[in-house]
C-alpha cells in the first residue's frame, strides 16, 4: 500500500507493496500491452477510486475528436498536471531506460498519481511518446499540507487602502481591474486535512490553483525512487532527464499564446498575459504582478516585480542625469580649458612631448581639441552633484523595495513563509550521492551528510578553480592594455602629419582609435570567458553538493557574480584609477614588464575614456542580452515547429506544442537577476563618469519586461511554480554594490576627473580676477628640456625648431634647483582630492544611513494589516475549533470534551487580549 511519511520538516514519499511483495488485485490493476512490453497501468494508491490509468493500443482514440488545446485526459475530465516525453531510440541503452521509466511510472501510481500514456503513433513526428499525469483530489489535500500550503478560509473584509487623489492621472497607464486582480482577496491558512470544511472548496477541480497543483507533481517528481544501481538509491526525475530515460518534464500552458481557447474550462490565462503584459506595445502600461504570481508563482512574480520598481526608480536617475548632461553641451562653448586647447594661439604653439618611445613624434596641443569639448560633456560642475545624488538614489531605491516587497508579502500571503522551510528541505541530488548518515540535532531523526572531509576536498577544488578563472580574467585584461600600449604607436604614425604635427582627421585621435579598438577587443574577450565560466561555474557548484536549494543557488549566486564582476568591471577599475596614474615623466617613464611604456591620459582627462569604454561594454552587453534572449528562442521555436505547420492543427496536440518549446531551466530567473545585477553595477560604480548611464539602462529595461514576458509567454514551457518572499541574496549584493559605489564615484572624481585641479587652480592660482580659469592649461602642464631625452625615448624625427616640450603633470622646470620633481602644487591638489573623498564619502554616507533609518522596511499599514488578519485568522480557527468540540459535547465523552472547551475558551480569551 502507499505510505507519506514525514520526517522532520523534511518530507518524503515512501512507496512500497505489500510485505509479502504482492501486486495488487481486483479490476483496478490492469496490464496494458504497449510496444511488447508490460507495463502496470495502475495499482492501489491514496484514492480508492481511481479509474484505469493507461489506455491500451487497442482503445486508441482518434485525436481529431479531442481538441488541440485540451488540457484533460481523454476522458475530457482529469486535468493534465504534467507531461513526460520520451523517445525509444533503441541503443544499447533502451532496455536499461525502460527498465528505469517501467519503475519510475509504477512508484509514481502508487503515489497515487494518475497516468495516461499517448503513442508514439498519435505524435506529430510519430517518434514521442508522452506521459500525462495527472493529481486527484487525495494526493493534492495530503501534499497541500506537506507543503503548507495556504488556502482560503474566508473573504477579506478588510477595506482598502485609501485611493489616492492623482489616481486619475495614472488611468492611461492602468490595466483592467480583472487583469490586475484576477481573484478575491481572502484570508487564508496552512491547508490541514483533517479541517476540509473551514476552507472555501467550492469544486474540488478548481480549489487548487494549476500553479499549485503542478508544484505539487513537481515535488513528487523529485523524489519519486526509480530503482538502484551500485547499491545507491536512485530517484527523482531529473537525474532521469539528464541521462537521457526522459527527454522532457514540463506542465502545460492552458493555451495559445494569440488566442483562446474553446474549452470553456480553460482559464485562458497565457492569452490574457500576452495580450495585456507581454507585447511591447503596452510597454507603459502597469505589469499585472497577481496574474503573473498565479500563473508562474511568486518566485517569477517576484522578480517582475522588482525589475518593475526597479524601471520606475530608474526614471528620476535618468531625468537627473540627462540634466546634468544638458548643462554639460549647454556651457561646451564657454569652457575656458578647451578654448584654450583649441586656440591656436595657446594650444596650437604648445608641443608636447611624444607619447610613446623613438615611433612617436611630438604633438601640438590643439589636435585634442575635439576631444576636450566632449569630455566637457561629462567632466563638469554637475558630475560632482550627481555623483552624491546617485549616492542618495541608490539608498532611496533599496529602501523603498523593501517597502514594495514587505507590502507584496502580505498581498501574497507569504508573511509566515520561513526560509527555513526551504533549508530544511534536502536536494534530491544531496540525497543520493550521500550514503553517510546521522542523527539531526533538531528533528532527531537520521538523515544524509556529507563528511568534513569531502567538504573540505570540494571547497578547496571549487575555490582554485574560481581563482583560476578570476587570474585568468586579470591576464586578459593585461593583455588589453599590452594591446593598447603596442598598436598606439602604430595608429600614432598613421594619423600624424609629419610635418605640422597635426592629426589627419580632427576627431579620431590615436587616443581615441586605440581607446575604441581595446574596448571592443575587451567586449569580445568578456563574452568569450562568460560563455565558458557560466559552464564551469554550474560544474563546481555540482561537485560541491550544496543540501538544500537554497544552498545551491547562493553559492552559484557568489560564484558567478565574483566572477561576472571582475570580468565586466576590471577594465573600467584600470581606465579609471590606474591608466595615466604610474606614466613617469619624460626622461623616467615607467614600463610595463619593461617593454612598454605605461600610457597617459589625454590633456583633457582620462574620464572620456572611461565613458567610452563604459559606453560599448554596457551598451554591447545589454544588445547582444536582447539578441541572445529574444532572437535565438524564436529562431529555435520557428526551426523545431517547421514540420507542424505542414500537418493539419488538430494533429498538433497542446502537449506536443508545449514540447516543441524552449526550456526556461532551473536557472533561468537566475541569469535574469545576475544581468540586471551587472547592469546596476555599471550605473551605480561607474556613473560619476557617464550621467546618461541611467538613460541607457532605463531604455534597456523597458525593452527587458517586454522581452522576458513575451519569451516566457510565448517561447518557452511554463515553468515549475515555485515559491519566493524575497529576491534572496541578490538583496546583499545589491547593498554591498551600493557602498562600494559610494566610494568608487568619489575616487572618480578626485582621480580620473579634472574637477579638483580645476577647483585649486580657481581658488588657490588664478591670477586673472575676470576669468579666473584663463592660464590653466598652461599651468597644468610641466616643462622638459628636449636635451635631456635619453636614446630610449628620443624621436627618430630630430626637430632643431624647438628646445623644450609639455607634458601633463605638475613638477619644477628644468632651471629649477628641484627640477623634474614634484611642485608644491601637485601636494596641493593631492590633499584637495584626499579631503574631497573624505568629505563626499562622509556626507553621503550618512544621508544614506539617515534616509535608511528614516524609511521603515514595513509600512505602517501593512503592518496594521497583518496584524489584524493574524487576528481574524486566529479567531475563524477558534471558533471553528469551538463548534467541533460542541459537536462532540452532543456525541462523545461530556466531561473530556467540557475540558477541551474550557481551554480553547481560554486560548481565544488570551488571543484577544494579545
Known amino acids: 500500500m502507499n505510505r507519506l511519511g514525514k520526517k522532520g520538516n523534511e518530507t518524503f514519499i515512501e512507496m512500497a507493496l505489500s510485505a509479502d511483495g504482492e501486486d495488487c488485485n481486483g479490476p483496478l490493476c490492469e496490464t496494458v500491452s504497449t510496444e511488447g512490453?508490460?507495463?502496470?497501468?495502475?495499482?492501489?494508491?491514496?484514492?480508492?477510486?481511481?479509474?484505469?490509468?493507461?489506455?491500451p493500443d487497442h482503445q486508441v482514440i482518434d485525436k481529431r475528436?479531442?481538441?488541440?488545446?485540451?488540457?484533460?485526459f481523454r476522458d475530457g475530465v482529469r486535468r493534465i498536471d504534467?507531461?513526460?516525453?520520451?523517445?525509444?531510440?533503441f541503443n544499447k541503452e533502451w532496455e536499461k531506460k525502460w527498465e528505469r521509466r517501467k519503475e519510475f511510472e509504477s512508484n509514481l501510481q502508487k503515489a497515487g498519481l494518475e497516468l495516461e500514456t499517448e503513442d508514439k503513433k498519435e505524435s506529430e513526428d510519430g517518434k514521442i511518446y508522452f506521459v500525462k499525469i495527472h493529481a486527484p483530489w487525495e494526493?493534492?489535500?495530503?501534499y497541500a499540507e506537506v507543503l503548507n500550503i495556504k488556502v482560503p478560509i474566508k473573504e477579506n473584509d478588510i477595506p482598502s487602502t485609501v485611493e489616492n487623489p492623482l489616481d486619475c492621472m495614472l488611468t492611461p497607464f492602468r490595466l483592467p481591474e480583472k487583469v490586475m486582480h484576477p481573484e478575491p482577496d481572502y484570508f487564508t491558512a496552512p491547508f490541514s486535512k483533517d479541517k476540509q470544511e473551514l476552507y472555501l472548496i467550492n469544486d474540488e477541480n478548481t480549489f487548487f490553483s494549476p500553479s499549485m497543483r503542478n508544484r505539487i507533481v513537481n515535488y513528487i517528481l523529485t523524489r519519486c525512487p526509480y530503482g538502484t544501481e551500485e547499491g545507491k538509491k536512485k530517484f527523482g526525475i531529473k537525474r532521469l532527464l539528464n541521462n537521457g530515460t526522459y527527454s522532457a518534464a514540463y506542465p502545460l500552458h492552458d493555451c495559445q499564446y494569440w488566442k483562446k481557447a474553446n474549452d470553456p474550462n480553460c482559464d485562458n490565462e497565457r492569452y490574457t498575459l500576452y495580450m495585456e503584459w507581454a507585447r511591447f506595445l503596452r510597454f507603459y502600461k502597469e505589469q499585472p504582478l497577481d496574474l503573473i504570481r498565479k500563473y508562474y508563482g511568486e518566485k517569477i512574480g517576484i522578480y517582475f516585480a522588482w525589475l518593475g520598481f526597479y524601471t520606475e526608480m530608474l526614471f528620476l536617475a535618468a531625468v537627473v542625469g540627462l540634466i546634468c548632461f544638458l548643462y554639460g553641451l549647454f556651457t561646451m562653448d564657454e569652457n575656458m580649458s578647451s578654448k584654450e586647447i583649441c586656440d591656436p594661439a595657446i594650444g596650437g604653439e604648445i608641443i608636447m612631448c611624444p607619447l610613446c618611445d623613438r615611433d612617436c613624434d611630438y604633438w601640438r596641443l590643439n589636435t585634442t581639441c575635439e576631444s576636450s569639448q566632449y569630455s566637457h560633456l561629462f567632466d563638469n560642475v554637475a558630475t560632482v552633484f550627481f555623483a552624491i545624488f546617485m549616492g542618495i538614489w541608490v539608498t532611496l531605491?533599496?529602501?523603498?523595495?523593501?517597502?514594495r516587497q514587505a507590502r507584496l508579502k502580505y498581498e501574497w500571503d507569504l508573511v509566515d513563509f520561513e526560509e527555513e522551510q526551504q533549508q530544511l528541505q534536502l536536494r534530491p541530488e544531496y540525497e543520493a550521492k550521500c550514503t553517510q548518515k546521522k542523527k539531526n540535532p533538531v528533528t532527531q531523526e537520521m538523515e544524509p551528510y556529507l563528511p568534513l572531509t569531502s567538504q573540505a576536498v570540494r571547497f578547496c577544488i571549487s575555490g582554485t578553480t574560481v581563482l583560476f578563472w578570476v587570474s585568468l580574467i586579470i591576464a586578459s585584461m593585461?593583455?588589453?592594455i599590452v594591446y593598447r600600449l603596442a598598436v598606439y604607436a602604430a595608429f600614432a604614425s598613421l594619423m600624424e602629419n609629419i610635418e605640422t604635427l597635426q592629426p589627419i582627421?580632427?576627431?579620431?585621435?590615436?587616443?581615441?582609435?586605440?581607446?575604441v579598438t581595446a574596448s571592443c577587443l575587451n567586449f569580445v574577450i568578456i563574452m568569450i570567458l562568460n560563455f565558458i565560466y557560466e559552464r564551469i561555474a554550474i560544474w563546481i557548484t555540482d561537485m560541491e553538493i550544496p543540501r538544500t536549494h537554497m544552498e545551491y543557488e547562493n553559492r552559484l549566486t557568489m560564484k558567478m557574480f565574483l566572477f561576472q564582476f571582475v570580468n565586466y568591471y576590471s577594465s573600467c577599475f584600470y581606465v579609471a584609477f590606474f591608466k595615466g596614474k604610474f606614466v613617469g615623466y619624460p626622461g623616467a617613464y615607467t614600463y610595463m614588464f619593461n617593454s612598454w611604456r605605461n600610457e597617459e591620459c589625454d590633456p583633457a582627462g582620462c574620464l572620456i575614456e572611461l565613458t567610452t569604454q563604459l559606453t560599448i561594454v554596457m551598451a554591447g552587453k545589454q544588445i547582444w542580452g536582447n539578441i541572445q534572449e529574444a532572437i535565438v528562442p524564436w529562431i529555435c521555436n520557428w526551426w523545431g515547429r517547421r514540420k507542424a505547420r505542414n500537418n493539419p492543427e488538430n494533429l498538433y496536440s497542446r502537449w506536443e506544442q508545449d514540447h516543441d518549446l524552449q526550456t526556461f531551466g532551473a536557472l533561468g530567473l537566475f541569469y535574469e537577476y545576475l544581468e540586471m545585477v551587472i547592469q546596476f553595477g555599471f550605473i551605480t560604480l561607474f556613473v560619476a563618469s557617464f550621467p546618461l548611464a541611467p538613460l541607457l539602462a532605463l531604455m534597456n529595461n523597458i525593452l527587458e519586461i517586454r522581452v522576458d514576458s513575451w519569451k516566457l509567454t510565448t517561447q518557452y514551457r511554463r515553468p515549475v511554480a515555485a515559491k519566493a518572499h524575497s529576491i534572496g541574496v541578490w538583496q546583499e549584493i545589491l547593498n554591498g554594490m551600493a557602498i562600494l559605489s559610494v566610494v568608487t564615484n568619489a575616487f572618480i572624481v578626485a582621480f580620473t576627473s579634472d574637477m579638483i585641479p580645476r577647483l585649486v587652480y580657481y581658488y588657490a592660482y588664478s591670477e586673472n580676477e575676470e576669468s579666473p580659469m584663463s592660464g590653466y592649461i598652461n599651468n597644468s602642464l610641466s616643462v622638459f628640456l628636449i636635451s635631456d631625452f635619453p636614446d630610449r625615448n628620443k624621436p627618430k624625427m630630430v626637430r632643431?625648431?624647438?628646445?623644450?616640450?609639455?607634458?601633463?603633470?605638475?613638477?619644477?622646470?628644468?632651471?629649477?634647483?628641484?627640477?623634474?620633481?614634484?611642485?608644491m602644487h601637485f601636494w596641493h591638489i593631492l590633499a584637495a582630492k584626499l579631503a574631497f573623498i573624505i568629505i563626499m564619502e562622509h556626507v553621503v554616507f550618512i544621508v544614506k544611513f539617515f534616509v535608511a533609518w528614516m524609511i521603515p522596511d514595513v509600512p505602517a499599514d501593512v503592518k496594521a494589516k497583518i496584524k489584524r488578519e493574524k487576528y481574524l485568522t486566529q479567531k475563524i480557527l477558534h471558533e471553528y475549533e469551538l463548534e467541533k468540540l460542541k459537536e462532540r459535547l452532543c456525541q462523545g465523552d461530556k466531561r473530556a470534551t467540557e475540558k477541551e472547551y474550557i481551554a480553547t475558551e481560554g486560548r481565544m480569551e488570551l488571543t484577544i487580549q494579545m
Open 37 to 55: 512490453s508490460e507495463i502496470p497501468s495502475s495499482s492501489e494508491g491514496l484514492n480508492s477510486t481511481e479509474t484505469t490509468l493507461l489506455i
Open 478 to 480: 593585461i593583455a588589453v
Open 800 to 823: 632643431d625648431n624647438f628646445v623644450i616640450c609639455r607634458y601633463r603633470d605638475y613638477r619644477y622646470p628644468p632651471d629649477h634647483e628641484r627640477r623634474y620633481l614634484h611642485s
Open 397 to 403: 531605491f533599496l529602501e523603498f523595495w523593501k517597502r
Open 65 to 72: 475528436h479531442q481538441s488541440k488545446d485540451s488540457i484533460f
Open 82 to 89: 504534467f507531461v513526460l516525453s520520451y523517445v525509444d531510440d
Open 505 to 515: 582627421r580632427g576627431l579620431l585621435t590615436p587616443q581615441l582609435a586605440t581607446s
Open 139 to 142: 494526493v493534492l489535500i495530503t
